[in-house]
């Protein structure tokens, strides 16, 4: 069964960069994605982008197209989002969850990470 | 872009109730990709229905799901007290899209 751990809440000034970690165990890694969703206070989610490790090109949402990096290693089963040029509106919960379907970016998520709270304020 | 519509925002109801949220699509959406998910406060998402219709592992036989091209729909038949939570479908045609989510809280 996939567990998915995230790294613990951070707290990020205006205009400078964030880099959640996001690491599987007990299960394959590689072949299924790992996607990033996003969630505001008291808001809705909102999809960022995801990786298939073994294919290592990430696809992004074009909300965040240019500020989001998403990566993988899979020698350590985790993967990483990097969100830059941090804005207030950035402060959200950020989760990273497994894709279902086998070398397909598209699908459902399951499991997803605990989350990890980024806070921008200066 | 395929932009989902949950209705009602919140729903008011009693343990016991049976609830009947609505996700509409902007443009149809092929069964198999609707999913739902439950989220309480301070928790992940949870997978509950995959393909529209088919409980995901280990969920109870009173949530259910149903629909076709742009109406879909969740039911739980009769809630239990730790059913009220916030309630979101998603697609994934091109790119992943969720609705703004359905708040069942107790009345």
């Known amino acids: 069964q996939v567990q998915l751990v995230q790294s613990g809440a951070e707290v990020k000034k205006p205009g400078s960069s964030v880099k959640v970690s996001c690491k599987a165990s007990?299960?394959?890694?590689?072949?299924?994605?790992i996607s990033w969703v996003r969630q505001a206070p008291g808001q809705g989610l909102e999809w960022m982008g995801g990786?298939?490790?073994?294919?290592?090109?990430?696809n992004y949402a074009q909300n965040f197209q240019g500020r989001v990096t998403i990566t993988a290693d899979e020698s350590t089963n985790t993967a990483y989002m990097q969100l830059s040029s941090l804005r207030s509106e950035d402060t959200a919960v950020y989760y990273c969850?497994?894709?279902?379907?086998?070398?397909?970016?598209?699908?459902?998520?399951?499991?997803w990470g605990q989350g990890t709270l980024v806070t921008v304020s200066s | 872009e395929i932009v989902l519509t949950q209705s009602p925002g919140t729903l008011s109801l009693s343990p016991g109730e049976r609830a009947t949220l609505s996700c509409r699509a902007s443009?149809?959406?092929?069964?198999?990709?609707l999913v739902w998910y439950q989220q309480k406060p301070g928790q992940a998402p949870r997978l509950l229905i995959y393909?529209?219709?088919s409980r995901a592992t280990g969920i109870p036989d009173r949530f259910s799901g149903s629909g076709s091209g742009t109406d879909f729909t969740l039911t739980i038949s009769r809630l239990e007290p730790e059913d009220f939570a916030v309630y979101y479908c998603?697609?994934?045609?091109?790119?992943?899209?969720f609705g703004g989510g359905t708040k069942v809280e107790i009345k």
């Open positions: 998603q697609q994934y045609g091109s790119s992943p899209g």
């Open positions: 393909g529209a219709s």
């Open positions: 969850a497994r894709g279902v379907q086998l070398y397909q970016l598209r699908g459902w998520f399951d499991p």
């Open positions: 007990g299960g394959t890694f590689s072949n299924y994605a």
């Open positions: 443009q149809s959406v092929s069964s198999s990709y």
């Open positions: 990786i298939i490790p073994i294919f290592g090109t990430a």
